[in-house]
């Protein structure tokens, strides 16, 4: 059996109970090194296979192969799904046609570091990485067009990267195109670990302002407000 | 102290363990009839105040006004602040200066759904509901040709309701006009609840589906397959 589990933002109280369920009947705990470290200290006494960024494929092969005779967990921040490995392991699962997967969702950081900034999700909204690594740049930047253009609110993932410094810079001009400088954005860095910083701020503010990769990034519609320094995207309920 | 917490798709194991310790550390508990019911169930010894639909302007003033000298739990289904009461929440907290409101998220039915059907949700989405009560219906159609053009996956809440039996034909024939007939989609039923059904079809037959209120509609990208009777959405791993 192969659970692939989302643990959420790194806290333990973020994780769901169906999470820890997972990860407490699992005899093999299999993940990118940095998130095992986060697990091993609320779970210490399991056995771990980790490795590095980048060897995404050769983790989840092995979590596929050692899951047809062994409950494996293979856990991924957030949720499971969203630039997580539940996909790949899907794809590679034909060459392992007795592996049962089973994914536990968990919260992503669209969600996670949202409620810290407030309330942006309230509507309809877009996610979009801002990485090039695996989707072409032309993609992305019709993406960032097509989002601003409908007035949906924008999360961006992997904002800033050492070789894309300039990439929010970029994204931001092309909201820009479409929305006021005025318009209410929001970012949360290192969302419920240690030194969790947020801040609220208007569009141009943001494009002026240098985000890492352990950033998620919210981009508000043009109802979008700051109410008492939160992003607060109304429902509508009050002109109901 | 008011927490606005998002109980996931209804079971107890989709909480989060914040989730449920806010819950467990509330004197009242406000919520929607049917979500406050499932809750009962986990936690019987708890006050609750129940209102039932379209009346969250009352509920959420109730829940300010009573966590002026007591710890309250809003509770909403999935995520507290998509299509949620977090945002009515902060809109109305001004008139409340003492309110002091923490957010704790939740699994929204995207996340959990999605889990369901495979991983459709690996990369770029949005999420786009189709109900006109709130929004009017030129700007979700907008919302539905820019998706459609920039090939992001779609996650539709909302697809239907009695006064609203063909909105997801008609939205089915905007993606359509940038999507091939054979696109693969899913959509999930009662999701973690009893009687959960799924399906993963093609988009034409998906056009020709009726669904209910408590369903939620996955339409993939141009990359999206179906292996082994789940929806996958590739990341782009194999490529690299």
Sequence with gaps: MLYIVGIGAGSREGM???AQQAIERSELIVGYTKYAELIKEYFPDKNYFTTGMKQERDRVEAALKESGNKTVSLICSGDPQLFG???LAYELSPAHPDAKIVVVPGVTAAFSGGAVLGSPLTM???VISLSDLLTPAEKIRKRLECAAECDMVIVIYNPSSKSRAD???KACDIVLKHRSGDTVCGYVRNIGRDGQES??????QLRDTA??????VYIGNSETRAINGKMVTPR???NV
């Design 199 to 204: 801040r609220v701020l208007t569009l141009s």
């Design 16 to 18: 769901t109970i169906a």
């Design 124 to 126: 309809d909204f877009a």
């Design 85 to 87: 490995m539940a996909g």
């Design 167 to 169: 990439y929010l810079k």
């Design 211 to 216: 985000v890492d990769m352990f950033t998620t």
């Design 236 to 238: 509508g309920y009050r």
